[in-house]
């Protein structure tokens, strides 16, 4: 079985991130390392072609100045190849434009399944996926908390609120997947060694076949017209213990809608 | 010499960084605590590889190299000691004298689990009666017939008594000492005793001033029955095979110092910069950053030693006289630069839930293992041409 997965390479969320001034955009001109997020999907992949007895993971990426640490570190993991999509056009790209250049990478590697994560951690719109699965006319299914196999036909408990759904589509199809689906592997040195020399395929909108319009600043259809920070977090209120502060608990549960 | 490390080293040490932090750190006061060997853990570090790190593949190694052990001792023993010398020892004792002095057949049999962290090995040198004086070895072995007996008694055996431990390679003399003469050595050989085997006992673990989650044991070999094809190299090679590979383990024990160092660098600092005292943070008294300063100067000095040692071994130069400077130089300042921590830690250095506590009590065994500090400057002052004894 030959899966996709979609990781996202991400300024290293340990070093403070940045906004552009002028666009608004962030900045990710340093070094851009693999979505944590992402390592779940391509621990389920591997296990996914594991248990199917055969066939390829290949990542496919979008990410600017042709950067591919994040994929050398799934293909230390065990991926097979990479795609990678970078081009100085794809600038400004909306959630729309990036799904866009992925479902056309993708359609290269014929998959069976393609794997992303729920959401990404830095930009975390969560759409991704589901419009990559729309422009493919691949049925998705989201918030996988486990994916098998059978028969063509894909089985996931779908996480809820309340437990999990079980739930099940035709091959082939898009799975989005949350952080509790498998534990992800730490690459090992030969991993890493190894994922010097597998193939990475970069390519430009060009080879895609899309036209410029479509993609990066021309194509967006959303627009950054203001950036605020974020609320300060208002100091706790302190209640002094007067025999009757378990009242005052339950009284903000309730204005919380926890009760 | 470029010390530099590759873009791939640099990738894996990360990962074992964020494994340890994972995996180790937020266990590692109550293994400390509780005496507690993880197996688990070790074997998890073998899954990722470690333990066959400077092995050729074809004995399920990585085919890596010293240096890249290095990287992953320091890793680890920025969090925890204890896991970093069960790395050491079962790669640089365990491992690393049946990959240097074994027949194919003997590295075929033992290697690929121990490369795999599966199993691990252990070096049974030191004896109750000497350490550092390892010529005065007491414990015989005598042929008989196509087996070979082994007595005696070991001390301090590092990874000897796991639940894993699958072969302890002994040292045992094999001629009385006056039939080779010269220096009393006599004729000393190596012997892979398996675990288990009938005669070989494991005493019950020492109790430690530190490395508490660190394996160790004394033992006693009584008529220990090993086959004539245990011996490991040729006979009376026992003390020349044993002190070649005591220079790749002081340079993985200048590694794990090095680590040692940079935790106690790192922590201070924080605290130094949190913790106020008379209205304002301790670390604006010159007293108190002037101790951490140093310790930056001892982790870059220690980083250099290490990985110039580790580089003229992984270039196939001469390493005894830089192993033994980087040994010398990098312990000492470990146990320095835990005092200096404690210190900056205050009372909080004193008690167990913080961490430089326990690396107070750990670095002190760097200064005695593998060859004492007094014997690092044996070995230097004699490449100095000194008339030392
Ligand atoms: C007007 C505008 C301009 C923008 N300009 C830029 C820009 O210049 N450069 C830039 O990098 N971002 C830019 N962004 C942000 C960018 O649109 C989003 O980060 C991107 O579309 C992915 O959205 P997300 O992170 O919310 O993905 P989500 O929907 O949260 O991601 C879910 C999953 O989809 C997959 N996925 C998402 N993105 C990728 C990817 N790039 N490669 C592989 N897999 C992926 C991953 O598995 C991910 O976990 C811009 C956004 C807007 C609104
Ligand atoms: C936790 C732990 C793990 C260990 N693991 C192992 C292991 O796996 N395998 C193994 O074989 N051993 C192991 N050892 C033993 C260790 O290597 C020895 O303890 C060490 O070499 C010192 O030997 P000794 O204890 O016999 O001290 P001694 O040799 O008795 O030395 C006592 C003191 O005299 C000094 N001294 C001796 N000779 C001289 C001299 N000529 N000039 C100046 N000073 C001198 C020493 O430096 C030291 O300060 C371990 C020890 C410990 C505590």
Redesign the pocket.
Known sequence: MNVVVCVKQIPDPATPGALDPSTNYLKRDGKLILDDSDAYGVEMALQLVTAAGGGDVTLVSMAPNNESSGLRTGLAMGAAKAILVSDPSLAGSDALGTAKVLAAAIKRAEPELVIAATESSDGYTGTVPEQIAALLGFPSITFAKSIEIADGTAKVDRQTEAGYDEVSAPLPALISVTAGVVEPRYPSFKGIMAAKSKPVDTITVADLGLGADQVGEAGARQEIVAVTAAEERQAGEIVEDDGESHLKIVQFLETQKVL | MDLELSAEQEAFRLVVRDFAAAEIAPHAEAWDRDHHFPVEVVQAMGELGLFGLPFPEAYGGSGADLTTLCVAIEELARVDHSLAITLS?GVG?GASPIFHFGTEEQKQRWLPDLCAGRALG?????EPD????AGATRTRAVADGDEWVIDGE??????SGTAITSVITVTARTAAPDVAGGAGKGEISAFLVPAGTPGLEVQPPYR?MG?HA?D?HGLSLAGCRVPADNLLGSRGQGFRSFLAILDEGRIAISALALGCIEACLALSTDYAGERHAFGKPIGSNQAVAFSIADLAVMAENARNLTYKAAALRDAGRPITRAAAVAKLYTTEAAVTATRVATQVFGGYGFVDETPVSRFYRDAK?LE????????QR?VISRSLGLPV?
């Not at chain 2, 252990?122 to 030191?126: E, Q, S, Y």
């Not at chain 2, 005695?368 to 014997?375: C, H, K, L």
């Open positions: 020892a004792l252990a070096f049974g040198l030191t000497g350490g550092s004086d070991k001390a301090f055996i590092t990874n430690k490395w660190s160790t065994i005695i293992g593998e060859g004492t500090s007094e014997i044996l004894g």
